[in-house]
């Protein structure tokens, strides 16, 4: 079992910044490709960025490309994701996910209970 706890959410004006934090307990992280999603008010959860276990490997969607960016550090059982250039489309609650498989379009695995991030114009 992991729970994961996400923080760093706020308000935050277009072209600023923000790094969201993933804490998990409950097991080693290691054991788990960790990502990001998001939902917006009325739409649907959509993938933003996966790393895997070891760190080396990510994976970002269009929209996010080049602006975000997903990390992870097992020693501290964290993952992260430092988004820069915000735009007003950023704005959703961002969930956090550990899944020992990574399955994009069905995630499965734990979640967090995830954290707001507005980005005004």
């Known amino acids: 079992q992991v729970q994961l706890v996400e923080s760093g959410g706020g308000l935050v004006q277009a072209g600023g910044s923000l790094r969201l934090s993933c804490a998990a307990s409950?097991?080693?992280?290691?054991?788990?490709?960790m990502s990001w999603y998001r939902q917006a008010p009325g739409k649907e959860r959509r993938f933003v960025a996966a790393?895997?276990?070891?760190?080396?490997?990510?994976l970002y969607a269009d929209s996010v490309k080049g602006r975000f960016t997903i990390s992870r550090d097992n020693a501290k059982n964290t993952a992260y994701l430092q988004m820069s250039t915000l735009k007003p489309e950023d704005s959703a609650v961002y969930l956090c996910n550990a899944d020992r498989a990574l399955r994009v379009d069905s995630p499965g695995g734990y979640w967090g209970q995830g954290t707001q991030v507005t980005v005004s114009s």
């Open positions: 409950g097991d080693t992280l290691n054991f788990y490709d």
């Open positions: 790393i895997g276990k070891s760190g080396t490997d990510t």
